[in-house]
């Protein structure tokens, strides 16, 4: 595995889902760290080389303040620096993607031809190697087990749920017609 990342220290920002028990269990974190990167979890402008923002986030107060302050050298790039990066198995030079200043109205999270970090390339295509728990290779082994496999209570017998029907019939029409009494 390339240590494209090496010697850098990468602090994340609105990109871990705060559903995560902890951010070293997010794929983005496990990308950065198999790759070399050091992470910070609290933003330290003295230790952190790259704050790592997903767009739609330019004006927090964390890219502010590494913007702000002169004397830090902190590069303030979007998560599509990493995971290009990581594509190319190369580092691209920072300066390319940096944000050079706060912008003063919020860019939107996906414009153009920019897709949201989770359909980039590298990310689809690697996302299994970095979950804790991947997906199954073989699909022939089943994902999901019957809730009868897992021990959990089963519903009480008699209360069976009688099944979906479907329906092709347009509503509009059918509650016209239902208003006006010529429902068939």
């Known amino acids: 595995i390339p240590q494209i990342f090496s010697g850098l220290v990468f602090h994340f920002n609105g990109i871990i889902p705060r559903t995560l028990k902890h951010p070293s269990h997010s794929v983005e974190w496990r990308m950065a760290e198999r790759h070399g990167a050091t992470l910070d979890l609290n933003f330290d402008q003295n230790i952190v080389t790259a704050l790592i923002y997903r767009p739609g986030y330019e004006r927090s107060d964390k890219v502010k303040q590494a913007i702000e302050s002169a004397s830090t050298k902190v590069n303030c790039v979007p998560v599509n620096w990493m995971l290009d990066s ?62 009868k496999d897992i021990d959990i209570e089963q519903p009480p017998k008699g209360r069976d749920i009688p099944p979906l029907q479907w329906t092709v019939a347009d ?8 208003l006006t009494g010529k429902a068939s």
């Open 86 to 147: 990581l594509l190319q198995s190369r580092q691209i030079h920072p300066a390319l993607y940096r944000l050079r200043a706060v912008p003063p109205v919020a860019q939107p999270t996906v414009k153009g031809n920019n897709l949201p970090h989770h359909q980039h390339p590298y990310f689809v295509l690697n996302c299994d190697e970095y979950t804790l728990f991947p997906l199954p290779k073989d699909p022939q082994q089943p994902v999901l087990r019957a809730a």
């Open 171 to 178: 509503l509009w029409v059918a509650a016209t017609q239902a």
